[in-house]
């Protein structure tokens, strides 16, 4: 891990959910080097085993971890997904509807609630996480994670609202694919053709490295970002651009 000269996020408590996932250690290992406490909640693998559709356990979750370490002054909310379901209309059934927009949605809200009444005494902030398969039709994810993450925005920008007087801001970063050890396989097991016409489609013309969501993550969660709010930030290289 490489430290950082200024650190932004000295004495502060980072909770990422998803954070045993391929972006979710990336991003606790940028808040650790940049000299924060940071906790991975996950399903298994991370600091604290939670589901993140069990909003009681999140509220005991944020309760434990604020009596150990302070805070949380940050939460980011990666935990989601398409999570193994199928992509195509006639194969996903009403119960990979649900889990879909379970851990997707309500387990972004819940971790948001959870963490609030920490957040606005701490006037701390939340970076959620859509994704470019919500904000344009994807090919490569279905119809539930297009309307899980498309809800993402209208999430993170209420409840930006409804936090803002807190000093408390929520923002959503929006990634294009990025090659985690799970999604490197399936990049690399494409043909020739298939991987230039991916490649192609992204203005910068390159896949990212793991770093580059990290680094605007760590931006909306710092202080740089103190008037910035209720925002989605396209990370794809310029595969999709919004007016
Ligand atoms: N990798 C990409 O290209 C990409 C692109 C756009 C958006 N995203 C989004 O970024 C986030 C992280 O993606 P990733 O590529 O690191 O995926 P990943 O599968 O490696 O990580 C997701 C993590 O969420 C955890 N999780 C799943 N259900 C959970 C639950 N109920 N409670 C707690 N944790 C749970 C998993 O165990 C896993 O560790 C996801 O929300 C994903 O939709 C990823």
Redesign the pocket.
Known sequence: MTTVKNPRFADRTVVV????????RAVCEGFRAEGATTIA?????GDLD????DETALREAMGDIHSRHGGPHVLVT??????GTPRDLDAFTAADVDTVLD??VK?TLYACRAALPHLRRERGSIVT?????GRQPSPVTGIP?ATA?AAIGGLTRRLAVEVGGDGVRVNAV???????P??RGMFDGLSDAERASVVDAIALRRMPELDEIVAPILFLASAEASFITGITVDVNGGRFMPL
């Open positions: 959910t998803g954070g045993a996932g391929g972006i979710g909640l996950d399903l298994t693998g939670v589901d993140v559709t990666l935990a989601g997904g398409s999570l851990v997707n387990g996480c859509a994704s470019i398969g994670y993450k929006a990634p294009g694919l990025f090659l985690t799970r999604l």
